[in-house]
């Protein structure tokens, strides 16, 4: 749903303000585990949330984006961890 994609960009836009503000690594900014990530969205209920049900969540952030004329490839995905880059 359109709030749980705002609230994923959200909490992803604050991890990358945080980590710039204590003068993380560039190559480490932003980066956050999927579990948090998912806490961060569903509460805890994301604690016991599929793998695929946050994947397909940033697909539909990324297509949004695109939508939008946004590059959808600053949302950042690797196994088990997620971030916003380029900003």
């Keep these: 749903t359109a709030p749980n994609r705002v609230a994923l960009l959200y909490y992803l836009a604050q991890a990358l303000h945080e980590d710039r503000d204590a003068r993380v690594e560039p190559?480490?900014?932003?980066?956050?585990?999927?579990?948090?990530?998912?806490?961060?969205?569903?509460?805890?209920?994301?604690?016991?949330?599929?793998?695929?049900?946050?994947?397909?969540?940033?697909?539909?952030?990324?297509?949004?984006?695109?939508?939008?004329?946004?590059d959808g490839s600053l949302l950042e995905k690797m196994a088990g961890w997620m971030r916003l880059h380029g900003l």
């Design 27 to 70: 190559s480490q900014l932003g980066w956050r585990s999927d579990e948090d990530v998912a806490v961060a969205v569903w509460g805890r209920e994301g604690r016991t949330s599929s793998r695929n049900r946050l994947n397909t969540l940033a697909y539909r952030l990324r297509t949004e984006l695109g939508e939008a004329g946004i």
